[in-house]
């Protein structure tokens, strides 16, 4: 039985560069004549995921808990192929997985209830923020990708909202806002908080606001090393 494959996945806001980085990576890959494949949720070219585009790009309306399910369905549709390279010896990676799921969905909040300046007209006091409250429980946000194949590595391209958004392309889809952005960048961090206490591979933030160059020198080094670890180790689960 060959060495089996590392599973790595690329996450981040909107615009921190990961489908850049990713086609960048493949190609080390290639050149260091590691077999590897690159995947992409959402998967937009099977029937779900063309569902899933028309709802990113505002064409079609659909209930925030069905849209969760159905951005998890899309990975279930690939979750044994997945296993099915990495048992063959193939380097996955993945561009966004079920971080991304968790970290978007439970952003979400009413629009009516996004947070306000709460301070009287005309006062010198700094306004504050009041935090609403989330559409989506988190804990049920989780859930629906419990126990897909979990990634050896996950490396987070960090990025200022405000940064992401003067990139190219931004704000052409559902979630480009710089408000949205700033919730699920620290749901981010609280998923990275649980991925280091349960052991669910290993989470690696990188500095998205670099030179693309400098970046990909930087995931370049994780990512070899983590070729090197990952095959030695079981598959384990989300
Ligand atoms: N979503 C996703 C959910 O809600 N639930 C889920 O389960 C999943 C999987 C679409 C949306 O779906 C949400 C999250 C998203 O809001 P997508 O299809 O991955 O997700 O979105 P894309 O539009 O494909 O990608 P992004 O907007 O996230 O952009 P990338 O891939 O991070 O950025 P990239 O590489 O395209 O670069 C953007 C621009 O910046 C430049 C690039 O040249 C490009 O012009 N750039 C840099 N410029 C300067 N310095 C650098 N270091 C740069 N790196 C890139
Ligand atoms: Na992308």
Known sequence: MPRRGAFVVIEGLDRSGKSTQASN????????????????????????????????????????????????????????????????????????YAFSGIAFSASKVAPSDAPKPV??????????HQTAPPLLPYSWCRSPDVSLPAPDLTVFLDILPEIASKR????????????????VRELFSR?????????????????????????????WREVREAVREGVEGELGGV
């Open 25 to 96: 990576l493949i190609q080390r890959l290639d050149d260091a004549q590691i077999p590897s494949k690159l995947i992409k949720f959402p998967d937009r070219s099977t029937p779900i995921g063309k569902l899933i585009d028309s709802y990113l790009r505002s064409e079609t309306e659909v209930d925030d808990h069905a849209i969760h399910l159905l951005f998890s369905a899309n990975r279930w549709e690939l979750a044994s192929s997945i296993v099915k390279d990495l048992e063959a010896g193939i380097t996955v990676l993945c561009d966004r």
């Open 119 to 128: 301070v009287a007209e005309g006062s010198s006091i700094a306004p504050t």
């Open 191 to 219: 998923i990275s908080e649980e991925v280091e206490a349960e052991g669910v591979g290993r989470w690696v933030v990188l500095d998205g606001g670099l030179e693309l160059k400098e970046v990909e020198e930087a995931i």
């Open 168 to 183: 190219a392309g931004y704000g052409n889809e559902r979630y480009e806002n710089q408000e949205h952005q700033e919730r």
